[in-house]
């Protein structure tokens, strides 16, 4: 069965733009209700760990570099079949093959600064949100 939480950052790029309130609006224009958020920055430490599957990937020095470059909002969401749809939401990785409507089609920049993070499985949202929060901050 489909879990019912997924974990979302809104990355440097779409903070540094002025871009929380309308991402926040569509996420919740979608169905999604926000158990945890939160104002914060990465540190290098933390987006190693964070993006540890792809360390070994050519570009995770500029990734890691990126996501501690500034603040991001980070937050856990709640929907039914939640990873999937967040996913849907957001669209593909890469923004010019975005379907259109997409938050990353409308906010992302380039495949790097892509402007959002949704997880990619029941089990990765609930490693991910609490990397990011204590229980006490899950409402
Ligand atoms: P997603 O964020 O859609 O789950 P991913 O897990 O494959 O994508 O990659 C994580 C992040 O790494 C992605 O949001 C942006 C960056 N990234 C992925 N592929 C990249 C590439 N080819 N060049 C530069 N950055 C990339
Ligand atoms: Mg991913």
């Given at each position: 069965?489909?879990?019912?939480?997924?974990?979302?950052?809104?990355?440097?790029?779409?903070?540094?733009?002025?871009?929380?309130?309308?991402?926040?609006?569509?996420i919740n224009a979608s169905g999604f209700r926000i158990v945890a958020m939160k104002l914060t920055q990465m540190?290098?430490?933390d987006a190693e760990t964070f993006y540890g599957v792809h360390s070994e990937r050519p570009f995770f020095g500029e990734l890691v570099e990126f996501m501690t470059s500034g603040p991001i909002v980070a937050a856990i969401l709640e929907k039914d079949n939640a990873v999937e749809d967040f996913r849907t939401l957001i669209g593909a990785t890469n923004p010019a093959e975005a379907a259109e409507g997409t938050i990353r089609k409308k906010y992302a920049t380039s495949i790097g600064e892509n402007a959002v993070h949704g997880s990619d499985s029941d089990e990765n949202a609930k490693i991910e949100g609490d990397f990011h929060f204590a229980g006490r901050e899950m409402f």
């Open positions: 069965m489909a879990g019912n939480r997924t974990f979302t950052m809104i990355k440097p790029d779409a903070v540094k733009n002025g871009h929380i309130g309308a991402i926040l609006e569509q540190t290098k430490r």
